[in-house]
């Protein structure tokens, strides 16, 4: 996040890498390290939305009688259970694959 006196502070090093980059606090990833960080976040992200729709839809196979009107609503229940678990499961990965200040990559 980028502080209001950006201009006014000296740039401060990036919590992975250390490239001293003005605008970020103390502790936080300079811009191309976040971007990596996303794009791992989000790899792995995908593969777990998947999974707890593909679960999704097993449930309803097995519980629910499926008619056509009972199909669209799975459908967009499904949908929607993807995009949710991504955008929540890409957040907390992002959490949990941040190193520690100290640790060197």
Not at 9 to 32: K, M, N, Y
Not at 34 to 46: Q, T
């Amino acid at each position: 996040m980028r502080s209001p006196l950006a201009s006014a502070e000296p740039p401060v090093p990036c919590a992975e890498c250390l490239t001293r980059t003005p605008g970020i606090r103390w502790g936080d990833l300079c811009p191309d390290c976040l971007d990596r960080l996303r794009r791992r976040a989000s790899s792995r992200a995908r593969y777990i939305s998947l999974l707890t729709s593909l679960l999704v839809v097993w449930y309803a196979w097995l519980r629910i009688s499926l008619r056509p009107a009972t199909r669209i609503w799975l459908a967009v229940i499904v949908v929607a259970t993807y995009f949710l678990t991504r955008k929540i499961a890409t957040q907390i990965l992002m959490d949990l694959m941040r190193r520690p200040p100290g640790e060197q990559p």
